[in-house]
T-cell receptor, first 114, second 114 residues
Framework: NAGVMQNPRHLVRRRGQEARLRCSPVKGHSHVYWYRQLPEEGLKFMVY????????ESGMPKERFSAEFPKEGPSILRIQQVVRGDSAAYFCASSLADSNQPQHFGDGTRLSIL | DQQVKQNSPSLSVQEGRISILNCDYTNSMFDYFLWYKKYPAEGPTFLIS?????DKNEDGRFTVFLNKSAKHLSLHIVPSQPGDSAVYFC?????????????FGKGTSLLVTP
């Protein structure tokens, strides 16, 4: 009865490196949302994916950020050539269907850029 | 642009008394509203929700009130308990290109003192 699983919980990268964040949704959920929380801020929508499809990535910076949700395996949020401003908590949420249902969140990945 | 606003960054309440957390929104298209509770280093946990066709929803000690004309909702916790101490996020959604992506406020930190 696992909920949304995110790993790693903490990730430290140097400027210019790549960060790869993973999210396994609740079993049976095929809709995944990624959010970013900066210090003292609320969560902000980044990208919405269904299996093998990016539905909306309007909240994600156009450069250096990408996301995928393959047919098999977890959803991946990839940040290339990280900069200090990428330091944040990244949360993944999943839902069962494309409808008004509460989204279930993972515990997040805290990304720190040195 | 912040479409969901929680104007009180913090609130302190005595155990046994009522906690009232407030939230305002600007987008009249929002039709589903949620409250999430968040502890440090954890993901948001769903607490209670309300559809725009209702003005009240109750679940145990938690009640959410929605005033659509004022674009305002509130969360009442009664009686408050020390374990309720956490950050509470108000969120709203509407069907859009990004599915039902949530728009979050910045949160209110609730402290319930014995």
């Amino acid at each position: 009865n696992a909920g949304v699983m995110q790993n790693p919980r903490h990730l430290v990268r140097r400027r210019g490196q790549e960060a790869r964040l993973r999210c396994s949704p609740v079993k049976g959920h095929s809709h995944v949302y990624w959010y970013r929380q900066l210090p003292e801020e609320g969560l902000k929508f980044m990208v919405y994916l269904q299996k093998e499809n990016i539905i909306d990535e309007s909240g994600m910076p156009k450069e250096r950020f990408s996301a995928e949700f393959p047919k098999e395996g977890p959803s991946i949020l990839r940040i290339q050539q990280v900069v200090r401003g990428d330091s944040a908590a990244y949360f993944c949420a999943s839902s069962l269907a494309d409808s008004n249902q509460p989204q279930h969140f993972g515990d997040g990945t805290r990304l720190s850029i040195l | 642009d912040q479409q969901v606003k929680q104007n009180s960054p913090s609130l302190s309440v005595q155990e046994g008394r009522i906690s009232i957390l407030n939230c305002d929104y600007t987008n009249s298209m929002f039709d589903y509203f949620l409250w999430y509770k968040k502890y440090p280093a954890e993901g948001p946990t769903f607490l209670i929700s309300i559809s725009s066709i209702k003005d009240k929803n109750e679940d145990g000690r938690f009640t959410v009130f929605l005033n659509k004309s004022a674009k305002h909702l509130s969360l009442h916790i009664v009686p408050s308990q020390p374990g309720d101490s956490a950050v509470y996020f108000c969120a709203a959604s509407a069907r859009s290109n990004s599915g039902y992506a949530l728009n979050f406020g910045k949160g209110t930190s609730l402290l319930v003192t014995p």
